[in-house]
């Protein structure tokens, strides 16, 4: 049994095949807003199995597998909005808990990012004092949450209870990275998967150990939530690997790299779409749909669709080797610090590997 931090949502494509992903991300990294993505491509269909918890197992057929063990969503509540997240807001809209949210005088709740009052409404904060907007103290707690049945989400899967689970064939990581991330890079194996997982960093939030902008460590978004020695959870998972066994694809994602004004690259959200889009292609194996580069494989500018959209495409996949070489000697530190001598040489490998792409980066 496998058990993570993410999501399980299944991605119906215009030609009408089904798959399903699971996605690991830190908290308030965007989970749940993908987990009730309302794709902008026409055609895409998104259903939820789960936003927070994976049990995974391979059946007897060698398929990955995938459970949501929990009965509801606990979602960080500040930034969710009709515009950020419309299924979601249908989702609470009743029989739910609210923890350390403001509380509005027609009985109601509030956070920041939430659409605009009605005229005459005042606002309580979480604190229990008066709040007006512009305030210099939030009117929610940044780490509140929503509490509510999972059935009660529009887009529930249908197998959302079915105890053989779903059948997996991607695992995302991802984190908040403001710089040198890629939107999306495919592992070039399983053992490349796993150093991936193991490699993760995300920006520091208010819901685990917040530090400001501190970019942390937070191997398989599972940094507090780890039960074991690190070094035999990365065996664990090494082992997956098996010959009879069919091991997904491995992805990274980073909604939230920004330019040098600061300002976020990508729009996120139901664009977003356009990811899975691109990740659908590579299980289907579809030709001339990636590029290597030392870290692994990127989309080609033609098997991308940006349509309708204006973003720069090579800077928001530009793999900036100086930035990669610090990258990979930090993260190198940590593995041999935090694991030491119970390390995989597997993952030794995968380091060492990285190294070499890094210094001839022509070559890939």
């Not at 610090?326 to 590997?353: R, T």
Request: hydrophobic share 35%.
């Amino acid at each position: 049994m496998y058990y993570l931090t993410l999501q399980i949502l299944g991605v119906t494509n215009p030609k009408g095949r089904k798959r399903y992903v699971v996605a690991a991300f830190p908290s308030a990294c965007g989970k749940t807003n993908m987990a009730m993505m309302r794709p902008t491509l026409p055609g895409y269909k998104v259903e939820c199995v789960g936003d927070d918890i994976v049990w995974m197992r391979f059946d007897r057929n060698g398929q990955l597998r995938a459970i949501n063990p929990e009965f509801g969503f606990f979602g960080v509540a500040p930034g969710t909005s009709r515009t950020t997240n419309p299924v979601a807001m249908d989702t609470v809209f009743e029989n739910t808990i609210f923890t350390n949210v403001a509380q509005t005088s027609d009985g109601g709740v509030y956070w920041e990012g939430m659409d605009k009052l009605e005229p005459g409404v005042t606002i309580t904060d979480w604190q229990g004092n008066p709040w007006t907007p512009g305030s210099s103290t939030p009117a929610a707690h940044p780490n509140s949450r929503f509490c509510t049945p999972a059935e009660q989400c529009p887009i529930i899967d249908a197998d959302w209870q079915s105890p053989d689970g779903v059948p997996i064939d991607a695992i995302l990581f991802g984190g908040r990275r403001p710089s040198g991330v890629p939107l999306v890079y495919e592992a070039f194996d399983w053992k490349h998967g796993v150093y991936v997982g193991a490699s993760m960093k995300s920006e520091a939030t208010a819901a685990a150990e917040h530090k400001g902008k501190e970019i942390m460590h937070d191997p398989f978004a599972m940094r507090p939530f780890f039960g074991y020695n690190f070094g035999h959870y990365l065996q664990h998972w090494l082992s997956m690997e098996t010959p009879n066994v069919k091991v997904p694809k491995v992805f990274h994602v980073n909604w939230f790299r920004k330019d040098d004004q600061g300002k976020y690259m990508w729009p996120g959200y139901g664009e977003n779409c356009r990811v899975l889009d691109w990740i659908l292609r590579r299980i289907d194996n579809e030709p001339l749909t990636a590029q290597p580069t030392p870290i692994g494989y990127v989309p080609t500018r033609e098997s991308f669709d940006v349509h309708g959209l204006n973003i720069d495409f090579d800077g928001l996949f530009s793999v900036p080797i100086d930035f990669w070489t610090e990258e990979a000697k930090e993260v190198a530190n940590f593995l041999n610090e935090q694991v030491d001598k119970d390390l995989p040489k597997d993952v030794q490998d995968q380091i060492d590997s990285l190294f070499r792409r890094l210094s001839s980066p022509q070559q890939n």
